[in-house]
């Protein structure tokens, strides 16, 4: 009988607290586990808190993509550090701050002397301090990338994207130490206007080479093929309300994988968890009371979504065994509100496949009722092969197929 892969078998372990298969795998399967990596959240007091004493947590404008407020870290070498000194290990963790356009825009515009209110510098320095504190803070500025490169690509009088991904490399000259002493006071290595031109022309190239990138393109098309899905949310929601959640989540799954040819299962979750409670998340506010600009609206839903996505990514990356814990900094308090409802409790990474499982606080809950709300026809395009087959054709990576997609979803919102 064929083994279920080991990153399956583990982190369904883990979910399900089944020490019984974790000894299974200890005792029979361990060389396979030699490229896994684990997250767990956890408040026990013997684990690591996720803080680290930043102020991280502190802030209301970083929003962790992790449960908290500590978590266990496991990998091979962490295991081997454990046996040999009789339990401890030392755990490197990288920190990720990840920016939405509208706070990398705030950055850029005090870095470069622009005309900001004050409140909105305070939010930049604020953020900026918590590298300052310490350098295995790290600056991601791919979601913004992700989300502008398209903006230049159409527009090549567009010089935002390109002035804000230099004011990110100006960081790389900035003397962190002097800023700490004096935040707000920025020491670069050279003159900052001379630092800022110097910079351009590396940046104009590695910005002009992102224009056709494969994962920028494949993730443009599934930030289309989410703006389709939350549009038929949106005509759900209509149609059905708070009366049947069940059966839009059942629609919005028949939806994924008869249209977008995949299971998008951390939008479905998020919609979830957003419509699930006595209220609705204020970040469906634009669906659930459509307004004449709700169209656009769902343009930009779509995108702050699909920033999950990149986030997950970025906690697979590693150094030499290192983990990466993403944080996302963003002024929108509707989109920090969503990702507090349902936050990452259990990561599983497989560095060799470049492959992850998360398994968010409700987990169990929302794959029991996805399971029971799917009916026999759907949970039959749910087995293993489907599930392949689907995954190396997946429509969501073909661009014109999802602009089709949204343009039909549009289509049949102005119907209703």
């Known amino acids: 009988m064929k083994q279920s892969p080991i990153a399956d078998v583990v982190f369904r372990a883990l979910l ?31 684990a690591i808190a996720l803080d680290l004493g930043l102020g991280v947590l502190d802030s209301i404008y970083v929003t ?18 454990a046996r040999h000194t009789g339990g401890k290990s030392a755990v490197a963790i990288d920190y990720s701050l990840s920016f939405d356009s509208n706070f990398a825009e705030k950055l850029r515009a005090v870095l470069s002397g622009e005309g ?10 604020e953020v900026l301090t918590l590298k300052a504190k310490n350098p295995r803070v790290q600056f991601d ?22 002035n804000t991904l230099i004011a ?38 590695f910005l002009s080479n992102l224009y056709n990138d494969r994962s920028i393109v494949q993730h443009e098309a599934k930030c289309l093929g989410i703006q389709a899905l939350l549009l038929c949310f949106a005509r759900l929601w209509r149609r059905f309300g708070r009366r049947q959640v069940s059966r839009i989540l059942h629609d919005l799954l028949a939806f994924g994988i ?12 998020l919609i979830w968890s957003g419509i699930r409670g006595r209220e609705v998340s204020s970040f469906f506010g634009p669906i659930i009371n459509p307004s004449p600009k709700m169209l656009k609206s769902v343009r930009g839903m779509a995108w702050d979504m699909a920033h999950v996505r990149l986030m997950e990514q970025v906690a697979q990356v590693t150094r030499e065994g290192s983990f990466f814990v993403p944080y996302f900094v963003s002024m ?21 496949l470049g492959s992850k499982l998360c398994a968010r606080v409700h987990e169990q809950e929302f794959q029991e009722l996805l399971y029971n709300t799917a009916g026999p026809e759907l949970r039959a395009k749910l087995s293993p092969e489907k599930v392949a087959a689907r995954r190396s054709a997946a429509r969501i990576t073909d661009m014109k197929a999802m602009q089709e997609l949204v343009k039909e979803e549009e289509q049949e919102w102005a119907k209703e």
């Open 16 to 46: 399900t607290n089944d020490y019984d298969t974790l000894r299974e795998v200890q005792a029979h399967r361990a060389a396979e586990c030699a490229d896994l990596r684990a997250i767990v959240s956890t408040d026990h007091k013997d």
């Open 64 to 81: 962790p993509i992790l449960e908290g407020p500590r978590a266990f870290f496991m990998s091979p070498s962490v295991s081997v550090q």
């Open 116 to 125: 900001i209110q004050a409140v909105d510098r305070a939010r930049v320095i």
């Open 141 to 162: 500025v791919l979601p913004f990338l992700y989300e502008n490169v398209r903006l230049v690509r159409e527009n090549a009088a567009n010089y935002r994207p390109i």
């Open 168 to 205: 990110f490399r100006m960081l790389d000259h900035l003397d962190w130490a002097a800023f700490q002493h004096d935040p707000g006071r920025f020491q670069f290595s050279a003159p900052a206007e001379s630092l800022m031109i110097s910079l351009r022309s590396d940046a104009e190239t």
């Open 258 to 269: 008869d249209r977008l040819g995949a299971v998008p299962a951390t939008e479905l979750n």
């Open 332 to 352: 929108d308090e509707r989109w920090r509100n969503l990702l507090r409802l349902n936050p990452i409790r259990l990561m599983v990474l497989n560095d060799m």
